[in-house]
């Protein structure tokens, strides 16, 4: 394990935390009962008062009745049930807004995030950390393609995003109750909470560790889905695509014009004329498109902020009040 300070070093430590671990949970009827002894294992090795928030996405397997008896049984699994699938990003909010510790760690149900790794972070939490990531050093278990479109993710967000989330990091983190509640006040609907954290600053240290491969079941991330969660963090971060309308509007003008120029001076008479100048229009028109089609999203993404619709319905609670917010 390595720590990497990416802030200014903390001063102060901290007394055991009561941990609040929140996972979300879509389709995950393979994997539960792997999950929650694992589970139960460390809130073992936690503070009295430690909990672990289910939070059931809206899964149309037998994910919810597993979570229910979790919650009879032990009272320390609490449980989230949702109208409907609100995706990834609405399943961790609401555990968090929901989540009673000092220290809250979001982890997937799959395993793929180890709960032996969250004591570690704890360490970090306890030493003066208001946020510690866990960094994939290794990925085991995914497909090259999947690998290098984050890696090639990560790159483009660095350079185009105000404030781009640190790389190699999902969702799996600690985070202190400061920064939870920060981070729950900020109701955007587009969310990468990746991007949100960092945002958000505080002291951010990390820890390394290898990715295992899923415990069970199939990933719930088709190309598709992981496309429109990374569109959505680059809009969210980087009015950049918006730009793009003035460079290409510049690029079509320095074309234009020389080409006007020589039309001008009757250098380019004839059929060989007629092609260039489509040729010109259909740029131009394609170019419009694009550079509506850009403005097209973000008006909707305006829209969708305006309508000030919930991120999520909860249908029931096990063991959790509504949160005061
Ligand atoms: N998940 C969710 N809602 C969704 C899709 C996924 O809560 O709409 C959960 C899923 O159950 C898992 C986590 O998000 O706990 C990560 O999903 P997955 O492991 O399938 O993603 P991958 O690791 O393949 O990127
Ligand atoms: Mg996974």
């Known amino acids: 394990m390595t720590a990497v300070a990416i802030a200014p070093g903390p001063e102060d430590g901290r007394d055991e935390p009561r941990v609040s671990l929140v996972v979300p949970i879509y389709n995950e009827q393979e ?23 289910l939070v059931n996405d809206g899964s149309g397997d037998g994910s919810w009745p597993l979570i229910v008896a979790a919650a009879r049984a032990d009272p320390r699994f609490r449980g989230l049930d949702f109208s409907r699938n609100f995706g990834h990003p609405a399943a961790i909010t609401a ?8 220290a809250i ?18 360490a970090l939490y306890r030493e003066g950390w208001d946020v510690v990531h866990a960094r994939r050093s290794a990925r085991q278990g995914e497909t090259a393609f999947k690998k290098l479109t984050a890696t090639a993710y990560y790159k483009v967000m660095a350079v185009l995003a105000d404030r ?3 790389p190699e990091v999902g969702e799996f983190r600690l985070m202190a109750r400061p920064v939870v509640e920060a981070l729950c006040g900020m109701r955007e609907r ?7 954290v960092s945002w958000l600053g505080f002291r951010q240290a990390t820890v390394d560790f290898e990715r ?8 719930k991330f088709p190309f598709w889905r992981m496309f429109r969660l990374s569109w959505d963090g680059l809009t969210a971060f ?14 079509a003008l320095a074309v234009a014009i020389p080409a006007a120029g020589l039309l001008l001076l009757g250098l380019g008479a004839g059929a060989g004329a007629a092609t260039a100048l489509l040729c010109g229009q259909l740029l131009l028109a394609g170019t419009t498109l694009v550079c509506l089609g850009l403005l097209g ?29």
């Open 31 to 53: 994997v539960l009962p792997l999950l929650l002894e694992r589970l139960r294992g460390l809130l073992d090795g936690c503070a009295a008062g430690s909990e672990a928030i």
């Open 95 to 102: 555990g968090l807004d929901h989540a009673s510790g000092d």
């Open 105 to 122: 760690v979001v982890m997937d149900a799959d395993l793929q995030d180890p709960p032996e790794l969250v004591p570690k972070l704890v």
């Open 164 to 166: 781009p989330p640190t």
């Open 190 to 196: 587009h969310r990468l909470v990746r991007g949100l």
């Open 212 to 219: 295992p491969g899923r415990a069970a079941g199939s990933t």
């Open 238 to 251: 980087s009015v950049a695509p918006l730009r793009l309308a003035l460079v290409l509007g510049l690029l």
């Open 297 to 325: 999203d973000y008006v909707g993404r305006i829209y969708d902020e305006v309508r000030g619709r919930p991120l999520y319905v909860v249908r029931q609670r096990l063991g959790l009040e509504p949160p005061r917010r």
